[in-house]
């Protein structure tokens, strides 16, 4: 069975920063692009950043282009989302997704996604 466990959500003041974690479990992790999305109180899931299946090339949103890092760990099958500078609008619920065989752009469309994490929220007060 494919699991993904976001971790890593809290509460922080304006300008701080956290990090996102999501543990993968039943698939193998490296044939898989990833990727990060968030959707806010009334508005719809949108896409954050990407990380390609093995070269680690990244995509990210204008929202969060040098403010945001993701990465990955293929020994401990593990994403990750360095936020920093963060603003009440990153305010949100954070996702992450898989898509088998896909790329950094191909997951960036939501469209592919094979499966989705339970989400972890992140708050950001002003």
């Known amino acids: 069975q494919v699991q993904l466990v976001e971790s890593g959500g809290g509460l922080v003041q304006a300008g701080g920063s956290l990090r996102l974690s999501c543990v993968a479990s039943g698939l193998s992790f490296s044939y898989y692009a990833m990727g990060w999305f968030r959707q806010a109180p009334g508005k719809e899931r949108e896409f954050v950043a990407s990380?390609?299946?093995?070269?680690?090339?990244?995509s990210y949103s204008d929202s969060v282009k040098d403010r945001f890092t993701i990465s990955r760990d293929y020994a401990k099958n593990t994403l990750y989302l360095q936020m920093n500078s963060l603003k009440p609008e990153d305010t949100a619920v954070y996702y992450c997704?898989?898509?088998?065989?896909?790329?950094?752009?191909?997951?960036?469309?939501?469209?592919?996604?094979?499966?989705w994490g339970q989400g972890t929220q992140v708050t950001v007060s002003s």
């Open positions: 990380i390609s299946r093995t070269t680690n090339a990244t």
């Open positions: 997704a898989a898509d088998r065989w896909g790329t950094k752009f191909s997951v960036a469309s939501g469209a592919n996604v094979d499966y």
